[in-house]
Nanobody, 120 residues
């Protein structure tokens, strides 16, 4: 069992940046892949980015080149640096532990989510 707590969301203008953080209640080293997902109003939750224990990284096409995911196994944290934000990035962003890297399928552990709102 692990609890995940996201922080760093907020309101930002288009073109701006935000960095989300996810803090785990215990070691994340046993989770091969950690990921970020998001859910916009009226839409299904979608995968955004993933990082493995070994440092492999993958991004959804919609955020590639703008978002940067990182992981600190010593601090049990995962971050998502979001640059060049667009109004369509507006969503609740969720951290996920145990996702299956390469499949975009989430693991069993979710945070409560943090709201990101990008104004035009």
């Amino acid at each position: 069992q692990v609890q995940l707590v996201e922080s760093g969301g907020g309101l930002v203008q288009a073109g701006g940046s935000l960095t989300l953080s996810c803090a785990a209640s215990r070691s994340i080293v046993n989770f091969n892949a950690m990921g970020w997902y998001r859910q916009a109003p009226g839409k299904q939750r979608e995968w955004v980015a993933a990082v493995t224990r070994g440092g492999s990284i993958d991004y959804a096409d919609s955020v590639k080149g703008r978002f940067i995911i990182s992981r600190d196994n010593a601090k049990n944290t995962v971050s998502l640096q979001m640059n060049s934000l667009k109004p369509e990035d507006t969503a609740v962003y969720y951290c996920n532990a145990g996702m299956i890297y390469g499949s975009r399928l989430p693991g069993n552990y979710w945070g409560q989510g943090t709201q990101v709102t990008v104004s035009s």
